[in-house]
Nanobody
Framework: QVQLVESGGGLVQAGGSLRLSCAAS????????MGWFRRAPGTQRELVAA???????FYADSVKGRFTISRDNAKNTVYLQMNSLKPEDTAVYYC?????????????WGKGTLVTVSS
């Protein structure tokens, strides 16, 4: 079982930046797609960004041009650099391994990290 630990969230004003990190246990990290998801209050979890084992990336339209996903396979860590944050980015952010860009997370979800953007 892979364990996922997200960190880096916090309270930031609109227009500000945050960098999220997600550390995954286990030795299979490098072969899978890694995704950042988020769940805002009253909504379903949505995929925000993903990165393949070959460093190909996907971004939801709502964050394209503002967020950047990256990964460090040696550290089993995936990052999400979030710039020009908006109040609508407020959510709990989660990471997970994915079999493909079209799939959901493969493992039990971690606790997530809360991002709050004030207007």
């Amino acid at each position: 079982q892979v364990q996922l630990v997200e960190s880096g969230g916090g309270l930031v004003q609109a227009g500000g930046s945050l960098r999220l990190s997600c550390a995954a246990s286990g030795s299979i990290f490098s072969i899978y797609v890694m995704g950042w998801f988020r769940r805002a209050p009253g909504t379903q979890r949505e995929l925000v960004a993903a990165i393949t084992s070959g460093a190909g990336t996907f971004y939801a339209d709502s964050v394209k041009g503002r967020f950047t996903i990256s990964r460090d396979n040696a550290k089993n860590t995936v990052y999400l650099q979030m710039n020009s944050l908006k109040p609508e980015d407020t959510a709990v952010y989660y990471c997970n391994l994915m079999r493909s860009l079209a799939s959901d997370g493969m493992y039990d979800w971690g606790k997530g990290t809360l991002v709050t953007v004030s207007s």
